[in-house]
């Protein structure tokens, strides 16, 4: 069983940034990926941004350019840094984690951008 906590949502003025933390529960070195997932009010969950367990990255094309995913295998945590945010930014934002065929889901931490 894998536990996903993630940390760093808030309140920011479009054009700010925010970094957002993932802690995992086990070492993140055995995971075949991890990624972070966004759902704004009235909408389904959309994919933002994967990290491979080799670093490959991969992003939706809304936030490519303005967001980075990265990883600290020292400390089980996965970061996602947040510039150039926007109002259509603001949503809930989910970690998650594909490790061994199953895919594990944090409880998300909200993102609001202000304009």
């Known amino acids: 069983q894998v536990q996903l906590v993630e940390s760093g949502g808030g309140l920011v003025q479009a054009g700010g940034s925010l970094r957002l933390s993932c802690a995992a529960s086990?070492?993140?070195?055995?995971?075949?990926?991890m990624g972070w997932y966004r759902q704004a009010p009235g909408k389904q969950r959309e994919w933002v941004a994967t990290?491979?367990?080799?670093?490959?990255?991969n992003y939706a094309d809304s936030v490519k350019g303005r967001f980075t995913i990265s990883r600290d295998n020292a400390k089980n945590t996965v970061y996602l840094q947040m510039n150039s945010l926007k109002p259509e930014d603001t949503a809930a934002y989910y970690c998650?984690?594909?490790?061994?065929?199953?895919?594990?889901w944090g409880q998300g931490t909200q993102v609001t951008v202000s304009s």
């Open positions: 990290i491979s367990n080799g670093g490959s990255t």
């Open positions: 998650t984690a594909a490790v061994g065929g199953y895919q594990y």
């Open positions: 086990g070492s993140i070195r055995s995971f075949n990926a």
